[in-house]
T-cell receptor, first 112, second 114 residues
Framework: KQEVTQIPAALSVPEGENLVLNCSFT??????LQWFRQDPGKGLTSLLL?????REQTSGRLNASLDKSSGRSTLYIAASQPGDSATYLC???????????FGAGTRLAVHP | DAGITQSPRHKVTETGTPVTLRCHQT?????MYWYRQDPGHGLRLIHY???????DKGEVSDGYSVSRSKTEDFLLTLESATSSQTSVYFC?????????????FGPGTRLTVL
C-alpha cells in the first residue's frame, strides 16, 4: 500500500530564507507527483506537477525535484516571503485513474 | 482558477439524516473525485468517476455513495450521516491521460454531524 510522508510537519523561518520541504513515498511505481498549497480554511492550489519521467519542474521561486527510484521529492522555495505561509501538501498517483495519495502536509510559517 | 463549485459550503446536520453534497464543474473534464480531509489523516479518496455513470470506490468509501448523470455534476451522498463523517469534503477534477494530469480542487464543504 502506497504511503506518503512529509517532513517536517511544521516549519517556522525568517523572511528571505531558502527552504526545502521533503516528501517520501513507499512505492516507486507512481505516474506523477503533485505539490499543492493550502491556506487556512481554503481549498488546494496546485503548484507543480512532475511526471514520473521527469526529474524536476520549476515555477517562479519554486522548484520541485523527483527521484522516483529512492521514493523522494523535494520542494525548494527560494527567498521565502510571509505570503508563502501556508500548508504544503505532496501527493502521488497510485493505482491508475490519477487517484491521489496525500501526505499529511508541512505547515510553513514565514515571519518578517 | 478552474471552474469548480461545491454546494453547500457549510452544513450542520444530525446523526441518521441523509446528506447530499454537490460538485459542479464548467471545464468539461472527464475525471472527478471526492476526498475528505481530517486532522492527522490528510486527504483521502472517497469515490471517483471516469465518465458519466462510471464511478468506483476509493480508500474510504464505506457509508458513501455517488452519482454522475452529467459530465458537469458529481454528487456525494451520505445515506445516514454519522459523527465520524464530520469532515471537510473536497471535489477535484482532471483530464488524466490527455497530457494535462493536474488535479484541480474545489473550495470544499465543511460538514458537521451532531
Amino acid at each position: 500500500k502506497q504511503e506518503v510522508t512529509q517532513i517536517p510537519a511544521a516549519l517556522s523561518v525568517p523572511e528571505g530564507e531558502n527552504l526545502v520541504l521533503n516528501c517520501s513515498f513507499t512505492d516507486s511505481a507512481i505516474y506523477n507527483l503533485q505539490w499543492f498549497r493550502q491556506d487556512p480554511g481554503k481549498g488546494l492550489t496546485s503548484l507543480l506537477l512532475i511526471q514520473s519521467s521527469q526529474r524536476e519542474q520549476t515555477s517562479g521561486r519554486l522548484n520541485a525535484s523527483l527521484d522516483k527510484s529512492s521514493g523522494r521529492s523535494t520542494l525548494y522555495i527560494a527567498a521565502s516571503q510571509p505570503g508563502d505561509s501556508a500548508t504544503y501538501l505532496c501527493a502521488v498517483t497510485s493505482g491508475g485513474y490519477n487517484k491521489l495519495i496525500f501526505g499529511a502536509g508541512t505547515r510553513l510559517a514565514v515571519h518578517p | 482558477d478552474a471552474g469548480i463549485t461545491q454546494s453547500p459550503r457549510h452544513k450542520v446536520t444530525e446523526t441518521g439524516t441523509p446528506v447530499t453534497l454537490r460538485c459542479h464543474q464548467t471545464e468539461n473534464h472527464r475525471y472527478m473525485y471526492w476526498y475528505r480531509q481530517d486532522p492527522g489523516h490528510g486527504l483521502r479518496l472517497i469515490h471517483y468517476s471516469y465518465g458519466v455513470k462510471d464511478t468506483d470506490k476509493g480508500e474510504v468509501s464505506d457509508g458513501y455513495s455517488v452519482s454522475r448523470s452529467k459530465t458537469e455534476d458529481f454528487l456525494l451522498t451520505l445515506e445516514s450521516a454519522t459523527s465520524s463523517q464530520t469532515s471537510v469534503y473536497f471535489c477535484a477534477i482532471s483530464e488524466y491521460g490527455t497530457g494535462v494530469d493536474e488535479q484541480f480542487f474545489g473550495p470544499g464543504t465543511r460538514l458537521t454531524v451532531l
